[in-house]
């Protein structure tokens, strides 16, 4: 089992910045492909970017390109998503996950947080 936490969410202002955490503890050895989801109210669950163990694979969801970059940090079991120039359609509750593969699917990622919420005022 992996256990995943985010942090780092909050309320912010558009045009704004935020740096995304996810902390992985327990069987880390089986984290390969680290993923960033996204779901706001009534919607469904949206890719937004996932990493390769070793940083050399990188895909991001078209609707952040620009503007979210993933990176990880294997000696502290963490990944990281920093976003810059948010907007208000990016609220939403970002979750973390772990995945065998970089896949936009959310149905391959096996390991998944409890979520971080973030909410950008217009």
């Known amino acids: 089992q992996v256990q995943l936490v985010e942090s780092g969410g909050g309320l912010v202002q558009a045009g704004g910045s935020l740096r995304l955490s996810c902390a992985a503890s327990?069987?880390?050895?089986?984290?390969?492909?680290m993923g960033w989801f996204r779901q706001a109210p009534g919607k469904d669950r949206e890719f937004v970017a996932a990493?390769?163990?070793?940083?050399?694979?990188?895909d991001y969801g078209d609707s952040v390109k620009g503007r979210f970059t993933i990176a990880r940090d294997n000696a502290k079991n963490t990944v990281y998503l920093q976003i810059i120039s948010l907007k208000p359609e990016d609220t939403a509750v970002y979750y973390c996950?772990?995945?065998?593969?970089?896949?936009?699917?959310?149905?391959?990622?096996?390991?998944w947080g409890q979520g971080t919420q973030v909410t950008v005022s217009s």
């Open positions: 996950a772990v995945g065998p593969t970089v896949t936009r699917v959310h149905a391959q990622y096996g390991y």
């Open positions: 327990g069987r880390t050895f089986n984290m390969n492909v």
């Open positions: 990493i390769s163990w070793t940083g050399a694979s990188t």
